[in-house]
């Protein structure tokens, strides 16, 4: 049924309105009055039958999805937070404050698969008539755009064989316990057990074991696999009703570490492995998304999701038409990364191949970058060529020594102290013995404590000359 209508112009004699209570010139608020509201209720009316329970205010829907991606909150998180904000609630059409969730959250995920990713580019293109009307953005600034790719990562768990073989057969299984079938044989604690061993023989080493393990999953799977296939055959309802199931766990029973497309989640076989060189990051599991936006101000333009792990340049020509679907102005100049390097796209303005930015621009795609999914600084370091040549251009030194350079400089010792003190000992054929030169150094270093003062050498106190055989000291007349 079509959505209900949220009343305006209420009274309740128990309760104070939100616009009473909040700041009226608080940013939600004064974006509250920009956003068109009638529009999306005639973009969305047709997806609604005329029959059934009444649908939820399509402004607290598109609310809520403005209010998640702004703050950038899972579905969960967005709808137990709006509970404490009236800003919020304003935001989405209330009158007066409220106590209970809005909606439960799993409703924002059938509502985004009811109206379609084409509905939801209405939403994208209105940010853009807002970000006019407010003249936070000029016209101008919609012929220049930063291009990246990111990943949009699925909510799954980090994909092992253990994982997905149990996972596999503990849903055939439950399907076929649910249709009336019954097998000859589950495995189901047999497989648990085995993931579990798999798993600590992974911790600690032993892949050989692990390997048994693993073996032993797979053998457990095709047995159940195999027994559901004898059991439906010739059963066209009961074929339909498994004919997704079956074709993943064939396709995980088929599969080998070395090969592409792999299956990484039974509810989600539209996850791909991306490696986009982050640091703190190696894989991501998800999809391929295009983003485009000004150059300028940061604003997006144009989020294309892609399926498999396209090469970055292919996916330019289909992120660019978006952008100038969502702006209605034609690109003028791209910023991309050297990954776009042989790019699809042919645009009918020669500006529109990519070209460095002038360094007029260099801080403004610097910003516009900070704001995609990985950025410059999740990627490892690379020290250019010029200072790698500079650094091993130097001398080695031990990991323990100070570098070359940053000793710190020693003052000069008064000549008085010098010549009292110290006086070099004797070398060739008639230096002194070790015992005398530890006691000489000895001394010296009790002397320097209380002068204050350094120089190479030794203190020249009762050191024994071996050629003549007769004591000496040091004369301390200066001091």
């Known amino acids: 049924m079509q959505p209900s209508k949220q ?9 104070e309105r939100l616009d009473a209570i909040i700041d009226l010139k608080h940013p939600l608020v004064r974006l509250a009055e920009l956003v068109p509201w009638s529009e999306f209720n005639a973009a969305f009316g047709r997806f609604y039958k005329p029959i059934g329970r009444p649908a939820k205010a399509t402004r607290l829907m598109v609310g809520l999805h403005y209010l998640k991606h702004t703050y950038d909150l899972s579905d969960e998180e967005l709808v137990a937070r709006w509970v404490e904000n009236p800003y919020w609630q304003y935001f989405c059409g209330f009158e007066f404050f409220q106590h209970a969730l809005p909606i439960d959250p799993s409703l924002m995920t059938r509502w985004r698969k009811r109206v379609g990713p084409e509905a939801m580019e209405t939403v994208l293109k209105a940010t853009v008539g807002m970000a006019l009307e407010s003249r936070t953005l000029t016209a101008a600034s919609l012929e220049r755009l930063t291009v990246d790719t990111t990943v949009q ?9 253990s994982r997905l073989y149990l996972k596999a057969l503990q849903t055939l299984v439950r399907r076929a316990k649910k249709a009336g079938i019954k097998l000859r044989q589950s495995h189901t604690h047999l497989a648990k057990t085995a993931s579990a061993k798999a798993a600590r023989y992974a911790h600690a080493r032993q892949y050989r074991r692990m390997r048994r393990e693993l073996k032993r999953l797979r053998t457990y799977l095709g047995r159940v696999y195999r027994d559901v296939g004898r059991k439906i055959a010739g059963d066209a309802e009961q074929e339909a009703r498994f004919v997704r199931l079956l074709g993943l766990v064939e396709r995980l029973l088929a599969q080998q570490p070395e090969d592409t497309n792999k299956l990484y989640s039974l509810h989600a076989p539209e996850a791909v492995c991306i490696a986009k060189g982050k640091a703190h990051k190696r894989y991501e599991f998800g999809c391929k998304v295009g983003i485009a936006a000004t150059n300028k101000e940061s604003l997006f333009l144009a989020a294309k999701a892609f399926n498999g792990n396209p090469y970055d340049g292919h996916t330019l020509r289909a992120t660019l038409d978006q952008a100038e679907a969502m702006s209605g102005v034609a690109v003028a100049r791209a910023y991309a990364d050297k990954g776009y390097k042989g790019h699809d796209y042919d645009g009918p303005a020669p500006g529109h191949a990519l070209r460095p930015p002038p360094r007029s621009h260099a801080a403004n795609e610097a910003r516009a970058q900070a704001t995609l999914g990985h950025r410059a600084d999740d990627r490892p370091r690379q020290v250019p060529r010029q200072a790698w040549q500079e650094l091993s251009a130097r001398p080695p030194w031990r990991h323990d020594q100070r570098p070359p350079g ?24 008639h230096r002194a013995s070790r015992k005398t030169q530890y006691l000489a150094a000895t001394s010296r270093h009790h002397e320097i404590n209380r002068l204050g003062v350094f120089q190479g050498g030794l203190l020249t106190q009762n050191i024994t000359d071996p050629n003549r055989g007769k004591p000496r000291s040091a004369s301390r007349s200066a001091m």
């Open 406 to 429: 940053r000793r710190r400089p020693q003052p000069a010792p008064h000549p008085q102290h010098t010549e009292a003190l110290f006086c070099p000992l004797p070398h060739g054929p």
């Open 7 to 15: 009343s305006r112009g209420g009274k309740d004699l128990f309760r």
């Open 153 to 161: 990562q699925k909510a799954i768990a980090h994909p092992t064989d």
